[in-house]
């Protein structure tokens, strides 16, 4: 859920569609365009949607020659 909720914050604030992907168990990583952007085991958190977009679209604006941008939610599906 709370994978599928992130990549439908994503859809609704820049258009794209993020990729879920099943993880490794406990494992919850944003990667944008190849590039971790969040970590929940380096944070011991999981990420605020906000962040995220924010995190995203400082990417896409530094990246500008690596477009299409791609987003990936990495999630073991088993967390509690």
């Not at 609704?12 to 944008?32: H, K, L, N, S």
């Not at 605020?48 to 939610?73: C, H, M, S, W």
């Amino acid at each position: 859920p709370k994978a599928s909720s992130l990549a439908a914050s994503i859809k609704d604030a820049v258009g794209i569609d993020a990729e879920v992907v099943v993880g490794a168990r406990g494992q919850f990583d944003v990667v944008v365009d190849g590039d971790l952007v969040f970590s929940k085991q380096a944070e011991e958190r999981f990420p605020e949607p906000d962040e995220i977009i924010k995190r995203y679209k400082l990417a896409a604006r530094t990246g500008v020659n690596r477009l299409p941008f791609v987003a990936q939610v990495l999630a073991s599906l088993n967390h509690r």
